[in-house]
Nanobody, 124 residues
Framework: HVQLVESGGGSVQVGGSLRLSCKASGDTDSYALGWFRRAPRPGSEREAVAAIDDDGSIYVSPYLKGRFTVARDTVKNTLDLQMNDLIVEDTAMYFC??????????????????WGQGTQVTVS
């Protein structure tokens, strides 16, 4: 069983930066880890932000590439998301996800079994 705890969220001005961190407990060596977000509008769905596959391959949403980067520390068992040049539309609850690698895109929320509680990011 894997538990995920996100941290680093908060309020920031447009153009600012934030770094989110996801701390995993349990063995995630063969897992894919990802960041997803859900905007605060009715009916919004989880949107892929970035993910790192079990082989270390990095995937970032094409809509966020250039502003967001993701990094995994296998020793600390963390997944960090660096967000730069934030815009109002980045306001969302950000979630960390993990699971043993299953078929499918690591940018799809459907392949993940374990989820954190989320951390709020507000850009204004």
């Amino acid at each position: 069983h894997v538990q995920l705890v996100e941290s680093g969220g908060g309020s920031v001005q447009v153009g600012g930066s934030l770094r989110l961190s996801c701390k995993a407990s349990g063995d995630t060596d063969s897992y894919a880890l990802g960041w997803f977000r859900r905007a605060p509008r009715p009916g919004s769905e989880r949107e892929a932000v970035a993910a790192i596959d079990d082989d270390g391959s990095i995937y970032v949403s094409p809509y966020l590439k250039g502003r967001f980067t993701v990094a995994r520390d296998t020793v600390k068992n963390t997944l960090d998301l660096q967000m730069n040049d934030l815009i109002v539309e980045d306001t969302a609850m950000y979630f960390c996800a993990a699971d043993y690698r299953h078929p499918g895109s690591v940018l799809s929320p459907d392949i993940y079994k374990y989820w954190g509680q989320g951390t709020q990011v507000t850009v204004s």
